[in-house]
């Protein structure tokens, strides 16, 4: 799907600007989806679980107002802030596991109330979109001239490979394929489910990183349309909302076609007003095809 | 009939032992004082109806559940298993009915889990997997089952035969098997007790419950019958008779309710050259009252037979006359309107909603009657669903129970009674006395026996060839997807629909009349 996607994207492109994506194209458009690659796989690690983490948008703008806030010109500053903020937005997830895993309510209910509520502490620490992210952080995460985006793409790609080949990863999995089979096993699913949801936290808050160093400048607001955005690109990706199975590689590709849909859309010259129905229908049209296809490919 | 005798000479310390434990859940007092005590190298069966506390015993000696009062034993040492962990600890493992794997994970996944082999930078080697599993599997003599299959894939026996060999591949001390044959074909049952034999002989203790009675005297060197709880003795040799009625509390006077006798009906059912990816050329006729057995090995197109004369799978040729009439059934609604009923023999996963009431399972078919302007009257389901309840006397504290909480015997009452309920006039009864235990056998033989005498067609398939040799009027043995012999009552034996399942004989009438191919 992903190929088919990057095809018709170089089409549209060329009919409209006589030529194909050349490499700043090709940087920015990695550079953009980069926010929702990795939220996209934070949501990809609860939704294996069998669970749904609706708060990312408000730890991704948690992590994007804290950034503007903090992170100043220094070295120090930059990497000190960073840790600190990926670890805070792990503990938000922590939380949420927690809330579900030990008062065993629904991920839905719990993930949509800490939403709010994370949306309310970002926009308390960054109440108007300013702050200033150096260049440096800019240039480090999301260069515009040189494709490290890739290279973090690879990184998240790796990611997945270690979990899936990884205890926890297997835990993680045996809790969504069936709860009580994986308990016979001696599975701790307690520690499994909240790990789970700490990495959603973990990986929102590095793509809350990413769009502020991409928009060099924080706005506690831009994350919240990553919710649907993320299980989009997970859905996208072939895996299953009932959990236990699916693939991560898959859900890279997920976000980039999200996002190559929308870019395609804006180079086709369509009525910005009619972006959003046009976006809807083909992502309608996505996932049937990507539910046809999978069930051709089955499995990885 | 004297129990396997090889247990002779062992050793003779009990291995574990239980000494008067009780357990009850809310009202229900599921044991009451039962004791036991199994030996090394024993193999011990535990026979009782549904209900009898079987189950809740064999979850209690595995740490699945802590007993009320009483104690339990471990090489002479009492224990109180804080969960299976524990009584892993002390090799002792279980199998349960409701298996333990992962669905959409590999056999191989499956087998290894916690015990992946590592590889690079610790991560877990998924090439090894697949040939540690392999090995695994070889070593247990499983040939049939790929370890790169997801299992969801895998039939419900193979799914069995994988959870039972990840679990002696933990090299348990003491196994326990609650109703470890249930799922498994003739072949299986044969490897699995190849498998059971040689723990035995590697001194290790085997505890298994099973209704099958043939079974239990193959293998077991003692049972222990339990009937409402309690525990009424440890045998070493027991006729079945006298276990039956232990079990039920009941003489049983015959084994099997005899046929009634048949008028000159014209047929109800006529089947010609049907025809499909499972069945070839088949044509049949079955008359009202009748009841048709269909015999043969497993896997020989009986479950697509019975599935294509319900709609369920798909036919390219032949043509199905119900009184008379061509009939067009393409899916199971046009069978139900025709009047035919299915019972299959998977009742957890094929025909019964498991977390739905008995009372909702018991008027699913029957929803229009029930209902009025498409919403459903409670009031209106009470009435045929206490009925059907009473009829086939259905265990259960009320209308209200999911039906996954029953016994297995009485959720294959209750799949009946659905049908029965339907008042469907063509029954197909697939296998539905498996995993059933002997006394609620012997009830559903009589219900059958009464359904065809009340006026209905009843096709039957049966993995036991006795039992068809009892109750039906007319048998059919079926071989690699056709009908290769007919055989008529009175007088026919298991031995002969076995033998023409094997060897393609045609034979019609008496058994006098036979005739070699």
Redesign the interface.
Same mark, same amino acid.
Request: proline share 0%; glycine share 16%; charged share 20%.
């Given at each position: 799907m992903l190929a088919m996607a990057v095809i018709v994207y170089c089409a549209v492109y060329w009919l409209e600007q006589a030529a194909l994506p050349g490499n700043f194209e090709i940087t920015s458009t990695v550079n953009n989806t980069m926010p929702l690659v990795l939220v996209a796989m934070g949501q990809a690690f609860v939704v294996v679980a069998r669970g749904l983490d609706l708060s990312v948008g408000g730890v991704m703008d948690l992590a994007n107002g804290l950034a503007a806030v903090h992170i100043h010109d220094n070295l120090a500053s930059m990497v000190g802030w960073s840790v600190l903020i990926l670890i805070v937005s792990g503990a938000f997830g922590l939380i949420n596991g927690l809330l579900v895993g030990v008062g065993r309510l629904q991920p839905v209910l719990v993930t949509l109330a800490t939403l709010a509520i994370y949306q309310g502490l970002a926009i308390r620490v960054l109440p108007q979109p300013g702050g200033s992210i150096p260049p440096l952080y800019t240039a480090a995460l999301v260069n515009p001239n040189r494709p490290y985006a890739l290279i973090y793409v690879m990184l998240v790609g790796f990611l997945w490979y270690?979990f899936r080949?990884?205890?926890i990863g297997?835990a993680i999995?045996?809790l969504? +394929?069936?709860e009580?089979?994986?308990r016979? +096993?001696?599975?701790d699913t307690l520690q499994a489910r909240v790990t789970a949801f700490a990495l959603s936290g973990f990986m929102a808050g590095a793509a809350g990183l990413f769009l502020a160093a991409n928009a060099t400048a924080g706005d506690a607001t831009t994350g919240d349309g990553y919710v649907l955005s993320s299980i989009v690109a997970v859905v996208l990706g072939g895996m299953n909302l009932f959990g236990?199975?699916g693939s991560g590689v898959g859900v890279i590709a997920g976000a980039f076609v999200t996002t190559m849909i929308v870019n395609i859309l804006f180079f086709s010259n369509i009525d910005p007003l009619y972006q959003s129905f046009y976006e809807g229908l083909f992502l309608i049209a996505a996932v049937v095809l990507g539910g046809q296809i999978g069930r051709l490919l089955r499995?990885r | 009939m004297t129990l396997a005798p090889e247990a002779e000479g062992r050793a003779l310390a009990p291995t574990i032992e239980a000494d008067r434990v009780s357990r009850a859940f809310g009202g229900v007092q599921a044991l009451d004082g039962a004791s036991f005590s199994a030996m090394k190298g024993e193999v011990h069966a535990l026979v009782g109806e549904n209900g009898a506390g079987k189950s809740t015993f064999i979850k209690l000696l595995g740490g699945r559940l802590k007993p009320d009062s009483g104690e339990i034993r471990v090489e002479s040492r009492p224990v109180n298993f804080s969960g299976p962990d524990a009584a892993h600890a002390l090799g002792v493992w279980t199998v349960f009915q409701e298996l333990t794997l992962l669905p959409w994970m590999t056999v191989a996944e499956n087998l290894l889990i916690k015990r992946e082999p590592r590889g690079r930078f610790g991560l877990i080697d998924r090439r090894r997997i697949v040939e540690q599993a392999e090995s695994i599997l070889a070593g247990f003599g499983v040939r049939t089952v790929d370890p790169r299959a997801l299992v969801d894939d895998l039939s419900l026996a193979k799914r069995q035969m994988v959870e039972i060999v990840r679990i002696i591949a933990q090299k348990p001390a003491t196994i326990l098997l609650d109703e470890p044959t249930s799922s498994l074909g003739d072949s299986e049952v044969d490897w699995l007790f190849g498998l059971i034999r040689q723990l035995r002989a590697g001194n290790n203790c085997v505890i298994f419950t099973s209704h099958r009675w043939s079974e239990i005297t193959h293998i077991a060197d003692r049972i222990t019958i339990f009937r409402n709880g309690r525990e009424l003795g440890t045998f070493n040799e027991i006729d079945e008779r006298r276990a039956v009625s232990l079990m039920t509390g009941q003489r049983v006077e015959a084994h099997y309710p005899k046929p009634r006798p048949l008028g000159e009906v014209p047929p109800k059912l006529e089947v010609r050259g049907l025809t499909g990816p499972g069945v070839s050329e088949v044509s049949l006729m079955l008359r009202a009252r009748e009841i048709l057995g269909v015999g043969g090995l497993a896997g020989q197109g009986h479950r697509e037979l019975f599935f294509s004369l319900f709609g369920a799978e798909p036919t390219t040729r032949g043509e199905i006359i119900v009184d008379g009439k061509r009939t067009r059934i393409k899916n199971p609604r046009d069978a139900a309107r025709a009047g035919i009923a299915l019972v299959p023999e998977d009742r957890k996963t094929e025909g019964l909603l498991l977390p739905l009431s008995v009372g909702a399972n018991l008027t699913l078919a029957i929803l229009r009657r029930i209902s009025r302007f498409g919403v459903l009257l409670p009031a209106y389901e009470r009435r045929p669903a206490l009925g059907m309840v009473d009829a086939l006397k259905i265990r259960t504290p009320d209308l209200g129970n999911p039906v996954g909480k029953l016994s297995g015997g009485n959720q294959q009452k209750v799949l009946l009674g659905r049908w029965l309920l339907h008042d469907s006039r063509i029954l197909l009864l697939y296998d539905v006395t498996r995993g059933v235990d002997i006394a609620t056998k012997h009830e559903i033989y009589e219900l059958i026996v009464r359904l065809a005498d009340e006026g209905r067609a009843v096709l039957l398939y049966s993995s036991d060839a006795e039992e068809l040799a009892h109750l039906c009027h007319r048998v059919l043995v079926m071989r690699e997807r056709r009908i290769v012999a007919e055989l008529e009552a009175p007088g026919i034996t298991a031995e002969e629909i076995v033998s023409a399942a094997v060897r393609e004989i045609k034979v019609v009438g008496n058994r006098g009349g036979r005739a070699a191919a």
């Open positions: 270690a080949r990884s205890s297997v999995f045996a969504g +394929n069936d009580q089979a994986a016979a +096993n001696g599975i236990g199975r499995r | -």
